[in-house]
């Protein structure tokens, strides 16, 4: 597989967000995923790039605490959309995470809402503050309240 759009990317934009980069860097190697994910996740395209970034760090989160994690809806919509990728999403979880990242879709409600708070907790520690058009008023509430722990 062929990374030259990323580390052209990485080059061009030293400054911008490795997940920003890495968004773009799949979009140019797969623009057909532009209307996918417009269309699955309901979102303009101009919010692909940003939500795609926010898979990306769904997938980070997954590799760094392994640990099976929910994203938020729109992520999820947008994961699955890569994943039909087939040949380049097992390619790229390889040469990113060294290795799969398979999607568990849970055994019910109860283990999805916990792998998700989970999840939130997570991105709020390694990340930082999860952009609620993305992750929702739940990820908003959570980062508030790790904001007043401190005072």
């Not at 269309?39 to 692909?48: F, I, L, P, T």
């Not at 040469?95 to 799969?100: D, L």
Request: hydrophobic share 40%.
């Amino acid at each position: 597989m062929q990374y030259q759009s990323f580390e052209r990317l990485k080059e061009l934009h030293p400054r911008k967000s490795p997940h920003l980069l890495l968004s773009q860097a799949i979009l140019s190697d797969n623009p057909i995923l532009y209307e996918k994910i417009e269309k699955g996740a309901a979102v303009s395209r101009q919010e692909v790039v940003l939500l795609l970034a926010e898979v990306v760090k769904f997938l980070q989160l997954i590799d760094k605490s392994q640990q099976i994690l929910s994203p938020s809806l729109s992520v999820d919509l947008a994961w699955h959309e890569l994943i039909l990728c087939t040949k380049y999403y097992g390619d790229f979880c390889q040469y990113h995470f060294g290795k799969m990242i398979h999607h568990h879709p849970g055994k019910g409600q109860a283990d999805h809402r916990l792998q998700f708070v989970q999840c939130l907790r997570l991105y709020i520690v390694l990340i930082g503050e999860p952009p609620s058009a993305y992750w929702g008023k739940e990820a908003a509430a959570l980062w508030q309240d790790s904001q007043c722990e401190g005072s």
